[in-house]
């Protein structure tokens, strides 16, 4: 612990970040526990006008190239066409994004990069009800995912039915996905992927 608080003493002398502090995966843990301010991550936004929206302009450059350099993440939007995007009808959105030469509003953009920074993924049950997304961390095995929902599901964990977002939505739902043998049979050391649609199996 003395050796990672001298290396960061190093940078926040300088004016430098403690996220920047060089370390080793097995250091990760014992870093966040001296609870430095600097060493959460951190996602710049940048608010431009509508014509730099798509390419960004000289000032998010520069933000763009410090945030590399502090291994943080930048995202570029433009506040005035989200506010316009937010009152049109959603037939109209993919249209008007296509005009300003945007393939997603910024606001995605934003909670991507989010996640990205984060290391979050989603993945989602599916009935006829309701449709529910569920956020965890990349890395989280199936019994662990089925706790997020309940912690009985984790402890009885059997086997997760899973199948992927793409193959969900290119079968036209769960019964597609199962008669074209796109759904699998998941044990307790399958690592869910993010998109991933799951139906848990567990003992009571």
């Given at each position: 612990?003395?050796d990672l608080i001298k290396r960061s ?116 049950t599916v009935g006829p009800k309701e ?74």
């Amino acid at each position: 612990m003395l050796d990672l608080i001298k290396r960061s003493l190093v940078l926040l002398r300088e004016g430098k970040p403690a996220r920047m502090v060089d370390r080793k995966p097995e250091e990760e843990k014992l870093f966040h526990t001296l609870g430095l301010l600097t060493s959460a991550p951190v996602l710049y936004a940048c608010n431009v006008d509508e014509a730099a929206a798509a390419t960004g302009n000289e000032f998010s450059r520069k933000v763009e190239m410090r945030a590399s350099e502090e291994g943080a993440i930048a995202v570029v939007i433009s506040a005035k066409i989200e506010a316009d995007i937010a009152t049109l009808p959603p037939a109209e959105r993919a249209e008007f994004l296509e005009a300003v030469g945007l393939k997603e509003t910024g606001l995605d953009r934003l909670v991507r990069a989010g996640y990205a920074l984060l290391h979050l993924v989603t993945y989602f049950t599916v009935g006829p009800k309701e449709a529910r997304a569920w956020t965890i961390t990349q890395g989280t095995k199936a019994p662990q995912a089925a706790g997020v929902i309940h912690t009985d599901f984790e402890r009885g964990f059997i086997r997760s039915e899973t199948i992927s977002y793409d193959d969900f939505i290119g079968c036209n739902g769960e019964a597609g996905a199962r008669e074209a043998g796109k759904m699998r049979l998941e044990g307790k050391d399958y690592v869910v992927a993010d998109g991933d649609v799951m139906h848990f199996r567990f003992a009571t």
